[in-house]
Every structure is written in C-alpha cells, then in structure tokens.
C-alpha cells in the first residue's frame, strides 16, 4: 500500500452507499449541483457501458485486463468486483483532488466504503436506503435493461448490503429526491463545519476579541 493515500488531505472525503437502483448516483449528481466545492469522483469499470452511457463521463470504462495492471502498481485507492465486474477509484487523482482543497464524494459499494475507511479513517461515510424492499424492486425493474438473472441478483446483494449500515455515520433515506439532496447537504455542510476544520480559518476573528 502506497503512503500517498495516507497523506493528511485537506479536503473532505464523503462515501456513499446504496443498494443498486436506490437512486443514488441521481442524488449525489444533484447535491455537487447545488454544493459548491464538492466534486463527485469518476470511477474505473471493467463492466461494458449501458446504452446511453459515456466514457469519461458515467465512468471510466476499461478491460479486464487493465483494470488487473492498475490493481498490481496499486493505482487503486479502493476496488471491488461487483457483481461480477470490477469498480475502482483512481487513488492519485482521489488524492490530488483532496490536496488542492476540494470536498470529493465517492459512490461506491459497501466493500469499497470499507477499504476506503480503512486507508483514509476521516473519511465521512453515508448510507442510503430506499424506502422498502419493495420500493427497490419497482425501482430495479424500471430502469434496468440488465436480464432478470442479473436483477434477481442484484435484489440478492442488496439484502446483504442493508446488513453494512452499521459501519457508516449517517443514514439517508431517499424516497422524495429533494428531500433527500437536502438532507445529503445538510451532512455535508455541517461536516464542513466542525471546529477542527475551522480552528485555522477562525483564527483571524478570534483575533479581533483580544484586548489590545
Ligand atoms: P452499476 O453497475 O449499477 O453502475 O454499479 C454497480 C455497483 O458498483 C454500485 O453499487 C456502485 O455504487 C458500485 N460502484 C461504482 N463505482 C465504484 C467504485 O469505484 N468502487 C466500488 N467499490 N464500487 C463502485
């Protein structure tokens, strides 16, 4: 493992994690909208790019093969196979982006969430539900062009990933999308707002409360 990672990074680092078809890539593309400074990661895929899909743009879609090279020079900040393809995030620009001040948000699956806590412990990690089993299932079968093996096991996985919520700090429920945003944004806001990220930059107007 690279120390690079492990740097003090001054950006804050959010995860969030969601049962597939949750709705939470459409969450978080709204809440970096209405954020400013908080930047959404793009992920490396080995799965092959849904209709409407982009490269460069929903992810970064490379082979198997490649995938497998950037694992072995360790160019992963965390990666998983789900559902039988592999997921990554890009640790150099991970660490960049938190370097140069911005707030970054990762959407990966619960594996990830952990490696990631482990790596980087400050990291802020969110977890979201839908609001039912059943709600999910709708959900899965509305927008998916996957065949039903591949829902089937999605709706599988997604009963274990519930299990994982008890690793995160903060819980989302996301049955109205507004709301939901507004809440994701609330966390985030006040995160940004803990004393140990303002010690420096209040210094200045504690400051002007010392007699002369
Ligand atoms: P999908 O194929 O529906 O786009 O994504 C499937 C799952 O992979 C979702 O749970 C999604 O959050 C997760 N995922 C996407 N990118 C990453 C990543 O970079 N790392 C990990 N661990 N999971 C990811």
Redesign the pocket.
Same mark, same amino acid.
């Given at each position: 493992m690279s120390s690079n990672a492990d740097a003090d990074p001054r950006g804050l680092l959010f995860v969030? #994690? =969601?049962? #597939?078809?949750t709705g939470?890539?459409t969450v978080v593309e709204q809440l970096v909208q209405v954020l400013p400074g908080l930047l959404m #990661?793009r #992920? &490396?895929?080995s799965?092959p790019p849904?209709s409407g *899909?982009e490269d460069g743009l @929903? &992810?970064n879609f490379i082979s198997r093969e490649a995938f497998e090279a950037m694992v072995a020079r360790d160019a +992963?900040l *965390?990666? =998983?196979d789900? +559902?039988g393809?592999y &997921?990554?995030?890009g640790r150099d620009e991970t660490q960049a982006r938190l370097t140069a001040g911005e707030d970054l948000v990762?959407?990966? @699956?619960? $594996?990830? =969430?952990r $490696?990631v806590r482990d790596r980087l412990p400050q990291t802020v990690a969110v977890f979201m539900l839908p609001p039912s089993f059943a709600v999910l299932e709708q959900r899965l079968r509305k927008r998916s062009k996957d065949p039903e093996p591949e829902m089937a096991r999605?709706l599988e996985?997604a009963r274990r *990933?519930v299990d994982a919520v008890a690793l995160y700090d903060y819980v989302v429920v996301n049955d109205l999308l507004e709301r939901c945003v507004a809440e994701l944004a609330g966390i985030v806001v006040a995160e940004r707002a803990r004393l140990a990220r303002r010690h420096e930059s209040i210094q200045p107007i504690i400051a002007t409360f010392r007699k002369k």
């Open positions: 969030v #994690s =969601a049962p #597939s078809a939470k890539t #990661s #992920s &490396y895929t799965r849904r *899909e @929903d &992810y +992963f *965390e990666w =998983a789900v +559902f393809h &997921y990554g995030t990762l959407v990966i @699956d619960v $594996q990830g =969430a $490696q999605r996985t *990933e």
